[in-house]
Antibody, heavy 120, light 107 residues
Framework: QVQLQQSGPGLVKPSQTLSLTCAIS??????????WNWIRQSPSRGLEWLGR?????????DYAVSVKSRITINPDTSKNQFSLQLKSVTPEDTALYYC??????????WGQGTLVTVSS | DIQMTQSPSSLSASVGDRVTITCRAS??????LNWYQQKPGKAPKLLIY???SLQSGVPSRFSGSGSGTDFTLTISSLQPEDFATYYC?????????FGGGTKVEIK
């Protein structure tokens, strides 16, 4: 049974870096059939896919155009987890953030969600 | 980016009604289209993948159809637990995108 457990701060100051981690159980971050995603949700932007990391003989990343200059998603094979870093945040980045496993190009397994507020 | 447009944005229906939600892609996405259901305070739940394949454990009253740019999610007989918001999502492009959602409310 795949489970994703998110961790990270719920409050980030403007211009700082948002950092979240998603710990995986029941699967491996190196699974060549899966992809590891970050998705956020806000009333103004709806569900917004942010990016993913995945292993296909080597590591790859894809990022949404809207955040491409500010985002990094990294796998951590030693801890079987992956992380999100979003730099230079503004109040527009306030949202509920989810991690999710991509399999067969869809998202069956999701983390519990982390509400991140950007405020001084 | 591929834009996904859902319609309607909300609808009111009664228990037992047949409900249809439409999703249109800004370019052809073959059958790379998934549907999700979301209830308040919960993560989205996968209902349909690859346009028409029912996810394991999802009731058969849910069905999906379409290919190319036009897709449909149908609930054949609306049940009380189906009142929720529904989202489509394309997985054709490496840059994934979601539709804006359709909220199904009780009439």
């Amino acid at each position: 049974q795949v489970q994703l457990q998110q961790s990270g701060p719920g409050l980030v100051k403007p211009s700082q870096t948002l950092s979240l981690t998603c710990a995986i159980s029941g699967d491996s971050v190196s699974n060549s059939g899966a992809a590891w995603n970050w998705i956020r949700q806000s009333p103004s932007r709806g569900l917004e896919w942010l990016g993913r990391t995945y292993y296909r003989s080597k590591w790859y990343n894809d990022y949404a155009v809207s955040v491409k200059s500010r985002i990094t998603i990294n796998p951590d094979t030693s801890k079987n987890q992956f992380s999100l870093q979003l730099k230079s945040v503004t109040p527009e980045d306030t949202a509920l953030y989810y991690c999710a496993r991509g399999f067969r190009s869809s998202y069956e397994h999701w983390g519990q969600g982390t509400l991140v507020t950007v405020s001084s | 980016d591929i834009q996904m447009t859902q319609s309607p944005s909300s609808l009111s229906a009664s228990v037992g009604d047949r409900v249809t939600i439409t999703c249109r892609a800004s370019q052809s996405i073959d059958s790379y289209l998934n549907w999700y259901q979301q209830k308040p305070g919960k993560a989205p739940k996968l209902l349909i993948y690859a346009a028409s394949s029912l996810q394991s454990g999802v009731p058969s009253r849910f069905s999906g159809s379409g290919s190319g740019t036009d897709f449909t999610l149908t609930i054949s007989s609306l049940q009380p637990e189906d009142f929720a918001t529904y989202y489509c999502q394309q997985s054709y492009s490496n840059i994934r995108t979601f539709g804006g959602g359709t909220k199904v409310e009780i009439k």
